[in-house]
Every structure is written in structure tokens, then in C-alpha cells.
Nanobody, 129 residues
Framework: QVQVVESGGGSVQAGGSLRLSCTIS????????VGWFRQAPGKEREGVSC????????STVDSLKGRFALSRDNTKNTLYLQMNSLKPEDTAMYYC??????????????????????WGQGTQVTVSS
């Protein structure tokens, strides 16, 4: 049984930092990519950053490069999203999910990720100005 648990969200002021955690159990992650997505109120879900687990290749969408970065603890099957210099427009519910992909960014296409199952419950990030 696959379980996905996100944590680490909270309320911060603009310019602050947060580190989100995503722990996945019930899967051999060496066969998967793990991605962070977010959904702001009234907006579509979008990809943020992802990692191909077996080789630790990471990708971040261009608009977030330089502020968001990934790391992992392989012993805990946990992926971390470090978010720095946060802006009010980063306010959203953040989700993670494991999916099969050689290029993890390919999983960020809406017509692809709409079919994913096994999403976590999400963790809320609120950035005030």
C-alpha cells in the first residue's frame, strides 16, 4: 500500500524560507521519479520540482530556479523541497507524488499528471507581504 505524506508547510513573511518534506512508503523509489506540485486557490495544479530517484537527477521549472532546490534522505524515502526568498505568489497547497518517468519533467504536463494516483494530502504554504 502506497502512502505519501507531506509536511513542513506554514505561514511566513515574504523573503522567508521553508523546507517541505515528502515521505513515500510502499514503493521501491528506484523505479520512480518523485515530483512536487502546487495548487493556488482558483488556479490549476502545476509542477514545481522533481527528482529521478535512482540517479538523483533533479529538475526545477525555470520560473523557480535559484529559489527552490531538492535534496533527499534515501534511508527515509524522503524528498525535501527547500524554498528560499518566498513570495506571496508562492502561496499554495504543495503536493508530492511518485510516477514513472525517465525524464521527471515530462511528468509536469497537465495531460500527464491528471492521471496520477497516490497523491498525498498536501501541505499548505502561505506567504504574506
Amino acid at each position: 500500500q502506497v502512502q505519501v505524506v507531506e509536511s513542513g508547510g506554514g505561514s511566513v513573511q515574504a523573503g522567508g524560507s521553508l523546507r517541505l518534506s515528502c515521505t513515500i512508503s510502499g514503493l521501491n523509489l528506484n523505479y520512480y521519479a518523485v515530483g512536487w506540485f502546487r495548487q493556488a486557490p482558483g488556479k490549476e495544479r502545476e509542477g514545481v520540482s522533481c527528482m529521478t530517484w535512482r540517479d538523483e537527477r533533479t529538475s526545477t521549472v525555470d520560473s523557480l530556479k535559484g529559489r527552490f532546490a531538492l535534496s533527499r534522505d534515501n534511508t527515509k524515502n524522503t524528498l525535501y523541497l527547500q524554498m528560499n526568498s518566498l513570495k506571496p505568489e508562492d502561496t499554495a497547497m504543495y503536493y508530492c507524488v511518485a510516477y514513472v518517468a525517465d525524464d521527471c519533467l515530462a511528468g509536469f504536463e497537465p495531460e500527464v499528471f491528471q492521471h496520477y494516483t497516490g497523491w498525498g494530502q498536501g501541505t499548505q504554504v502561505t506567504v504574506s507581504s
